[in-house]
């Protein structure tokens, strides 16, 4: 069966801080968007190089990538995305982690940043793709049945926890550049989902949530939950 969805794992690298405030995945497309406006307002009259200008300026202003200031407490969770906390619940027999966790799920629609930071910082225990349908991001359902890509990061305390990236209705292009075995900081960026979708995050049962129903969180700067003490050595 032909995926509509794509998964992309190159060797994409985020710098420290971003040189061009714009998201390296976002380069190809503005380019696009870039040639478009050029033929708009060559060929056409004012009204298409306006729209092909207004394009342009959209498309540049969707992979913008914000610096954020990371929260300095140690057992802090941060968002991994931009967007509203559109569920958070225990679930039993975690399709990503072992057994039972609370899940946090987090709604981007097509006006937040996109891209997507380290909730904590460990060791990337595994990545695992999941084909799927292409619901609605918003609806439940897409937590186990739409297209997703899922990390699963063990802490230095011995935490174990899971964030997924889930495509959506029209987001259909998941960027992650992390392998099995990498090493990785909080907050630091990781991934994006093109034109709106969702992340869900897999935490221990004794994990302290710090978000309510309908917060809207910042990647890297808002902390969504503190891991329990007794996971720290």
Same mark, same amino acid.
């Given at each position: 069966?032909?995926?509509?969805?794509?998964?992309?794992?190159?060797? =994409?690298?985020?710098?420290?801080?971003?040189?061009?405030? =714009?998201?390296?995945?976002?380069?190809?497309? #503005?380019?696009?968007?870039?040639?478009?406006?050029?033929?708009?307002?060559?060929?056409?009259?004012?009204?298409?190089?306006?729209?092909?200008?207004?394009?342009?300026?959209?498309?540049?202003?969707?992979?913008?990538?914000?610096?954020?200031?990371?929260?300095?407490?140690?057992?802090?969770?941060?968002?991994?995305?931009?967007?509203?906390? #559109?569920?958070?619940?225990? =679930?039993?027999?975690?399709?990503?982690?072992?057994?039972?966790?609370?899940?946090? $799920?987090?709604?981007?629609?097509?006006?937040?940043?996109?891209?997507?930071?380290?909730?904590?910082?460990?060791?990337?225990?595994?990545?695992?793709?999941?084909?799927?349908?292409?619901?609605? !991001?918003?609806?439940?359902?897409?937590?186990?049945?739409?297209?997703?890509?899922?990390?699963?990061?063990?802490?230095?305390?011995?935490?174990?926890?899971?964030?997924?990236?889930? !495509?959506?209705?029209? !987001?259909?292009? =998941?960027? $992650?550049?992390?392998?099995?075995?990498?090493?990785?900081?909080?907050?630091?960026?990781?991934?994006?989902?093109?034109?709106?979708?969702?992340?869900?995050?897999?935490?221990?049962?004794?994990?302290?949530?710090?978000?309510?129903?309908?917060?809207?969180?910042?990647?890297?700067?808002?902390?969504?939950?503190?891991?329990?003490?007794?996971?720290?050595?």
């Amino acid at each position: 069966m032909k995926r509509d969805v794509k998964i992309e794992m190159k060797d =994409i690298k985020w710098p420290e801080k971003a040189g061009f405030i =714009i998201a390296a995945p976002g380069f190809k497309y #503005i380019g696009i968007a870039g040639v478009i406006a050029a033929l708009a307002m060559g060929l056409g009259g004012a009204v298409s190089g306006g729209i092909g200008l207004g394009l342009f300026a959209f498309v540049c202003w969707f992979f913008r990538d914000p610096e954020r200031t990371i929260p300095p407490q140690s057992n802090a969770l941060v968002s991994p995305a931009d967007g509203k906390v #559109i569920s958070i619940e225990t =679930i039993e027999n975690s399709t990503v982690v072992s057994g039972s966790c609370i899940r946090v $799920c987090i709604f981007m629609n097509v006006f937040n940043v996109h891209v997507n930071r380290v909730p904590m910082g460990g060791k990337v225990e595994k990545v695992t793709y999941f084909p799927g349908k292409f619901f609605n !991001a918003s609806l439940d359902k897409a937590s186990e049945h739409n297209e997703r890509n899922a990390l699963v990061i063990k802490t230095p305390q011995g935490a174990v926890y899971g964030v997924v990236q889930i !495509a959506g209705l029209i !987001a259909r292009r =998941i960027v $992650c550049h992390i392998k099995p075995g990498d090493r990785l900081e909080r907050g630091k960026r990781y991934g994006m989902i093109r034109f709106g979708s969702r992340l869900d995050l897999h935490l221990p049962l004794n994990t302290n949530i710090a978000v309510t129903l309908g917060q809207k969180v910042s990647a890297g700067s808002s902390i969504v939950g503190y891991l329990g003490r007794e996971h720290e050595k």
